[in-house]
């Protein structure tokens, strides 16, 4: 987690595959992070943009990574709320329950 921090240091920029239910996480762009995704096996069109605030616990929904019409996301937000909800378990799950001081 500390590693991940590293880049923007009060959060995290994340890749989210929401089918296999794994994230990618740090650097200074979630590119970087899809990459790592893409590079391991996974498919581009389950792969979404996040970030996670781990001083409040909670999660973001923005990245150039999601515009994409062909899903009908045409804004960096998340515009479906149960992908947000997946995302959110996903996240949380991987990386939430750490107390920041």
């Not at 992070?33 to 498919?43: M, R, Y």
């Not at 581009?44 to 999601?66: C, H, L, R």
Request: hydrophobic share 40%; aromatic share 6%; charged share 20%.
């Amino acid at each position: 987690m500390h590693e991940m921090l590293d880049a923007l240091g009060i959060y995290i920029k994340l890749a989210v595959d929401v089918e296999l239910s794994v994230l990618a996480g740090g650097g200074e762009l979630h590119v970087d992070c899809e990459q790592v995704l893409l590079g391991d096996g996974c498919e581009q069109q389950n792969i979404w943009g996040a970030d996670w605030y781990p001083f409040n616990q909670t999660v973001g929904y923005e990245s150039i990574i999601n515009i994409r019409p062909s899903a009908n996301n045409r804004s960096m937000k998340i515009q479906d709320s149960a992908l947000r909800r997946r995302i959110n378990q996903i996240v949380k799950s991987l990386l939430g329950g750490v107390q920041w001081q």
